[in-house]
Nanobody, 121 residues
Framework: QVEVVESGGGLVQAGGSLRLSCLAP??????????MAWYRQSPGNERELVAA???????DYADSVKGRFTISGDNAENTGYLQMNSLKPEDTAVYYC?????????????WGRGTQVTVSS
């Protein structure tokens, strides 16, 4: 079973930084890190989109994280990243990565199991 794997979460004080990684496995699918997107979900809330690339490859962010988070990727490493700076307690959530794998001209969506980010005040 193919799935992407998030890492880099943890406990950090408010104002601190973390860098999340999203590794797409070597498989029969071809991944482009520009297809990777980051979501988060906190208890009692719906999963929300945090950062992604638009169709022309431009990064796009939720208003709540603009200026603090940066999405990027390294296709050579099949890895996407989410750099999170100036973290706030309200950023506390499980962060998920999704990525599109392509096979024979079709796209398939893959999700990771999430990585916990906890920001203390």
């Amino acid at each position: 079973q193919v799935e992407v794997v998030e890492s880099g979460g943890g406990l950090v004080q408010a104002g601190g930084s973390l860098r999340l990684s999203c590794l797409a496995p070597k498989s029969i699918f071809t991944f482009d890190t520009k297809s990777m997107a980051w979501y988060r979900q906190s208890p009692g809330n719906e999963r929300e989109l945090v950062a992604a690339f638009t169709s022309d490859g431009t990064p796009d962010y939720a208003d709540s994280v603009k200026g603090r988070f940066t999405i990027s990727g390294d296709n050579a490493e099949n890895t996407g990243y989410l750099q999170m700076n100036s973290l706030k307690p309200e950023d506390t959530a499980v962060y998920y990565c999704s990525a599109e794998g392509r096979l024979h001209g079709r796209g398939y969506q893959f999700w990771g199991r999430g990585t916990q980010v906890t920001v203390s005040s």
